[in-house]
């Protein structure tokens, strides 16, 4: 039988922003957890939505339609082919939900892209 994962061990095996880590497998899905601090690149998922889940911080994800503020314990999910951009000035713990072949910058490569790194 497996063990439980432990977020906060898992947040504290990396301290670089933007490099999510994969913790669980559910089905096609990746649970990654991620730090953030500063802005990310504007993209967006044309072919899945994605699910954002603050542990520790805040952060802000901005859409054209308007911004969406979470603070610990808040999830939102971003619908497929919507733009946006994760911000957060002072850091966040977040954990995603998304399909594992999932880019972290979706259709926007540049030099904010992650490899897929499973812990």
């Known amino acids: 039988m497996a063990a439980p994962i432990d977020l906060a061990a898992a947040l504290a095996t990396f301290h670089e922003?933007?490099?999510?880590?994969t913790v669980a497998v559910?089905?096609?899905?990746?649970?990654?957890?991620?730090?953030?601090?500063g802005e990310f690149a504007w993209?967006?998922?044309p072919d899945t939505d994605e699910l954002f889940l603050v542990v520790r911080g805040s952060l802000t994800i901005?859409?054209?339609?308007?911004?969406?503020t979470l603070g610990p314990g808040q999830l939102y999910v971003v619908p497929r082919g919507v733009?946006?951009?994760?911000?957060s000035s002072e850091g966040?713990?977040?954990?995603?939900?998304e399909?594992?072949?999932t880019v972290n910058t979706g259709d926007s490569p540049g030099e904010l892209t992650a490899a897929r790194r499973v812990l």
């Open 17 to 21: 922003p933007w490099q999510p880590r």
């Open 26 to 37: 559910l089905n096609e899905y990746d649970v990654r957890v991620v730090k953030t601090l």
């Open 43 to 45: 993209h967006s998922h």
């Open 62 to 68: 901005r859409m054209e339609a308007g911004d969406v």
């Open 83 to 87: 733009r946006h951009q994760p911000v």
């Open 92 to 97: 966040a713990e977040i954990v995603l939900i």
């Open 99 to 101: 399909p594992s072949v």
